[in-house]
């Protein structure tokens, strides 16, 4: 049984981004061809994204699969923030791999965001992050301003982290 806590679940698919949340889109270049594609998708849906990142992963999926439950954490040692998604939806496609989670109850955001790899029609590999969230608890609010602007750095690392991966393939 799904636990999402908010409505408007798959936006990050199909558009536009829902009205009332802070929005977040980036994209960034991260290889060339269909092997680093093929590599970046991997690196995507089997979290190894994520974890070369530095943030904390356990999934009830070995990969990124409609309604497994996720958790993602981040912080130093016992100090963490602990955040529970489900997949919302999946992209396995020939020039377009990539998933989307959704916030589940307890997690500091409600919302849902999206990471997906493109392979486009010049060999260039792109990397988006899209997203839309609001504060859920109180010390996303108390953190204010600085939520969006940590999502915003955190999608531009993951891009970065991407790029080494793929160009290690």
């Known amino acids: 049984m ?7 679940v798959g936006a990050t698919r199909l558009g536009p981004l829902p009205e009332g949340y802070n929005h977040l889109h980036h994209r960034a270049a991260v290889g060339r061809g269909r ?6 998708g991997a ?6 994204m994520h974890r070369a990142a530095g943030a904390g992963v356990k999934s009830s999926a070995s990969r990124a699969d409609p309604q497994a439950a996720v958790e993602v954490s981040a912080g130093v040692g016992r100090i963490r ?10 992209a396995y496609e020939n020039d377009r791999i990539g998933f989307a989670y959704g916030t589940r ?3 500091p955001e409600r919302g849902e965001e999206s990471f997906v790899v493109e392979l486009a029609d010049d060999g260039t ?3 988006t992050v899209t997203a839309f969230s609001r504060p859920a608890c109180w010390y996303a609010r108390l953190a204010g301003p600085l939520v969006p602007l940590a999502q915003h750095w955190y999608a531009r690392r993951l891009g970065k982290v991407l790029r080494r991966i793929v160009s290690a393939a």
């Open 2 to 8: 799904s636990t999402l806590t908010y409505p408007e």
């Open 35 to 40: 092997a680093q594609f093929e590599a970046a």
């Open 43 to 48: 690196a995507v849906t089997e979290w190894r």
């Open 81 to 90: 923030v602990r955040a529970l998604c489900e997949i919302v939806w999946t």
């Open 105 to 107: 109850a307890r997690h």
């Open 125 to 127: 590999v792109w990397f």
